[in-house]
Nanobody, 125 residues
Framework: QVQLVESGGGLVQAGGSLRLSCAAS????????MGWFRQAPGKEREFVAA????????AYADSVKGRFTISRDNAKNTNYLQMNSLKPEDTAVYYC??????????????????WGQGTQVTVSS
């Protein structure tokens, strides 16, 4: 298992930007597919973005496509979620997940076996 710690959340006005970071430790980070999910109060955890372990392939939820960008720096054991043009409906706790294995992008919740503690993102209107 890999241990994950998210950071970078906060309060921002609509139209603003935030960059979330997810630092990994414990196992070889480069072998893990990484993803971001979010959970708003009273709702299920939903997929936001993911990147394969090589960093060459990414996937995004339709609701964030064109506004969010996922990236990774394997030398720093960190992946990032750059969030631009934020909307109030982006308000949620954002979780970083890691899943070991395939070269294709993971997008299902069940594919991720390690999770961070989450970081709150609040977008005011």
């Amino acid at each position: 298992q890999v241990q994950l710690v998210e950071s970078g959340g906060g309060l921002v006005q609509a139209g603003g930007s935030l960059r979330l970071s997810c630092a990994a430790s414990g196992r070889t980070f480069g072998g893990y597919n990484m993803g971001w999910f979010r959970q708003a109060p009273g709702k299920e955890r939903e997929f936001v973005a993911a990147i394969n372990w090589r960093g060459g392939d990414t996937a995004y939820a339709d609701s964030v496509k064109g506004r969010f960008t996922i990236s990774r720096d394997n030398a720093k054991n960190t992946n990032y979620l750059q969030m631009n043009s934020l909307k109030p409906e982006d308000t949620a706790v954002y979780y970083c997940g890691a899943g070991h294995g395939a070269n294709y992008v993971y997008t299902r919740l069940v594919d991720f076996t390690s999770w961070g503690q989450g970081t709150q993102v609040t977008v005011s209107s």
